[in-house]
């Protein structure tokens, strides 16, 4: 799973989680990949970022804050939820079927934000998708 830097035809800049690099450009090609603030199919990849590329290296490091917990990747975390919170869905309690959806290219990729218990996050992990938990649940509506 990576992060790419995505930018749509009219400058809107977002970020788009695909299982490569390769994976975008098909989806691309195939008009799957859509601007969260236009909804403009007509998306370029823009050259990844040091921020980006440090969360994609993330990939297969917990990258979860536990409610109350406070472990070292918490700050990077921070960053990576602002980031999904600025262009992000919110699916609600349907996030860990969308999730799973966005994984197999059953739906359009694009950053989602939900509802998911720690077994629900705990299993998504398991299929390799890339679950960020909120640190604080009840900000979600701030948007
Ligand atoms: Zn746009």
Same mark, same amino acid.
């Given at each position: &799973?990576?992060?790419?830097?995505? @930018?749509? +035809?009219?400058?809107?800049?977002?970020?788009?989680?695909?299982?490569?690099?390769?994976?975008?450009?098909?989806?691309?090609?195939?008009?799957?990949?859509?601007?969260?603030?236009?909804?403009?199919?007509?998306?370029?990849?823009?050259?990844?970022?040091? @921020?980006?590329? @440090?969360?994609?290296? !993330?990939?297969?490091?917990?990258?979860?804050?536990?409610?109350?917990?406070?472990?070292?990747?918490?700050?990077?975390?921070?960053?990576?939820?602002?980031?999904? $919170?600025?262009?992000?869905?919110?699916?609600?309690?349907?996030?860990?079927?969308?999730?799973?959806?966005?994984?197999?290219?059953?739906?359009? +990729? !694009?950053?989602? !934000?939900?509802?998911?218990? @720690?077994?629900?996050?705990?299993? $998504?992990?398991?299929?390799?998708?890339?679950?960020?938990?909120?640190?604080?649940?009840?900000?979600? +509506? &701030?948007?």
């Amino acid at each position: &799973m990576i992060v790419l830097n995505l @930018r749509c +035809a009219n400058a809107h800049r977002f970020e788009g989680w695909f299982a490569s690099g390769e994976e975008f450009a098909t989806q691309a090609g195939r008009h799957l990949v859509s601007c969260p603030i236009c909804g403009s199919q007509d998306v370029a990849k823009l050259p990844a970022g040091p @921020r980006v590329r @440090r969360a994609a290296r !993330r990939d297969d490091a917990p990258c979860a804050v536990a409610p109350s917990g406070t472990e070292p990747a918490a700050q990077a975390v921070a960053m990576l939820v602002e980031q999904l $919170l600025l262009a992000s869905e919110d699916v609600g309690e349907h996030f860990p079927e969308e999730a799973r959806k966005i994984h197999r290219d059953e739906a359009p +990729a !694009r950053n989602i !934000r939900g509802l998911a218990s @720690r077994e629900q996050v705990g299993e $998504l992990r398991d299929e390799g998708i890339v679950v960020v938990s909120l640190p604080h649940p009840h900000k979600n +509506a &701030m948007h």
